[in-house]
């Protein structure tokens, strides 16, 4: 079954410096792999994706994640974070057995301190 | 920005009324989800469709429906709300093959009395 991990509840980073949100998940087979962004109450915005090809992909917003496969990890990085990052992310995951549809993970919070 | 609408945003009622919830899509996309979602929690698959007549239910056990009559619609129905479908509900849309992106609505957060 498809699964997916966020170690972390919360992150907290000084504005400026890099930051990392951690996901790790689980699939059967080839995955394709999400990021996706949620301020108070409203929708989640997509950020990024992989699907194949180079294992760094360029987002939204300056954001962008690696693809390890060995570790089946797609941590979410950003190399200057900024007050308006905070918010909550998710990390989600897919593969062609489970079809378009999205398992999440539970969410890291990000808080970005001036 | 993804073209996918929900409404009501915010609806406060009271047990056992009749509510449906309204999603609708400009995009043209032949897939359309419902997820539940609590407050900064997790989100949860209750009912998606491959089109037209087609509805599914998701991982999660809900006791609302879902009717997809037409391409851009995919309205959720709870006939009678208790206080446990207090949640935000979340539609999304894609196209059909499996790694696209899915688009969501803004959400709709439903408070039952």
């Known amino acids: 079954a498809q699964s997916v991990a966020q170690p972390e509840d919360q992150v907290n980073v000084a504005e400026g410096n890099p930051l990392t949100v951690k996901c790790t998940y689980s699939?059967?087979?080839?995955?394709?792999l999400f990021w996706y962004v949620q301020y108070p109450n409203r929708g989640l915005q997509f950020l990024l994706k992989?699907?194949?090809?180079?294992?760094l992909v360029k987002g939204s917003y300056g954001f962008e994640a690696e693809f390890n496969k060995s570790q089946t990890s797609f941590h979410l990085k950003k190399p200057s974070a900024l007050v308006s990052d905070s918010a909550l992310y998710f990390c989600?995951?897919?593969?062609?057995?489970?079809?378009?549809?999205?398992?999440f993970g539970a969410g890291t919070i990000l808080r970005v301190k001036s | 920005e993804a073209d996918i609408y929900q409404t009501p945003r915010y609806l406060v009622i009271g047990t056992g009324k009749k509510i449906t919830l309204e999603c609708s899509q400009t995009?043209?996309?032949?897939?359309m989800y419902w997820y539940q979602q609590d407050p900064g929690m997790e989100l949860h698959l209750i009912h998606y469709?491959?089109?037209?007549?087609?509805?599914e239910k998701g991982d999660l056990s809900s006791e609302s429906t879902v009717s997809r009559i037409r391409t851009e619609h995919f309205p959720l129905t709870l006939e009678s709300a208790r206080p446990s479908h207090t949640s935000q509900y979340l539609c999304?849309?894609?196209?059909?093959?499996?790694?696209?992106?899915?688009?969501f609505g803004e959400g709709s957060w439903l408070t039952v009395v």
């Open positions: 999304a849309s894609s196209v059909a093959a499996a790694g696209n992106t899915i688009y």
């Open positions: 699939v059967s087979g080839n995955p394709y």
């Open positions: 992989y699907i194949t090809g180079d294992n």
């Open positions: 989600a995951v897919s593969d062609m057995e489970y079809g378009n549809k999205l398992v």
């Open positions: 995009m043209g996309h032949d897939k």
């Open positions: 469709s491959y089109g037209v007549n087609s509805t």
